[in-house]
């Protein structure tokens, strides 16, 4: 939790400062907040007039969220998948890392039966801020 979710998670909270410590965040650092899942306790500490710095932000990643369960369902349907997440864990592997490599860490936890709405976000985070970028050669 950054410095911002504590301070908003504390007993007495002055909601002109945290709007200013709001403002203050980077993109990713507001992200964040909302990867870990406490985003909605700041808001309801920022005063009125300025919930919606952090709300709009926030539908368009539950939006991108949104997105990426729409892509998973679709694969997860296909008759091709369904055999493959029925077989053993190593043909799903292989099958995974051929046709679905992006999704890779989302499609194990579904084999594995513990895909939860934090991965997703967590997912949605590791898009928009990897470290590791795809180059073309």
Excluded: C
């Excluded at 406490?38 to 919606?52: F, G, S």
């Excluded at 939006?63 to 296909?78: G, M, P, R, S, W």
């Amino acid at each position: 939790m950054n410095r911002v979710g504590k301070y908003a998670t504390s007993g007495t909270v002055d909601d002109i400062e945290l709007m200013n410590m709001v403002f203050e965040l980077t993109e990713k650092d507001k992200m964040v907040m909302w990867s870990e899942g406490y985003i909605d306790r700041v808001i309801d500490k920022l005063p009125e007039y300025a919930r919606d710095i952090l709300e709009d932000r926030k539908e368009k990643w539950e939006d991108t969220k949104a997105f990426y369960e729409k892509q998973l369902k679709e694969i997860v349907n296909q008759e091709e998948f369904k055999l493959k997440l029925e077989g053993e864990r190593k043909e799903f592997a292989l099958f995974v890392m051929q046709w679905y490599q992006e999704f890779q860490s989302l499609l194990f936890l579904i084999y594995d039966g513990n895909l939860k709405d934090d991965d997703l976000r967590k997912f949605v985070y590791r898009r928009s801020f990897s470290s590791r970028k795809k180059y073309l050669h």
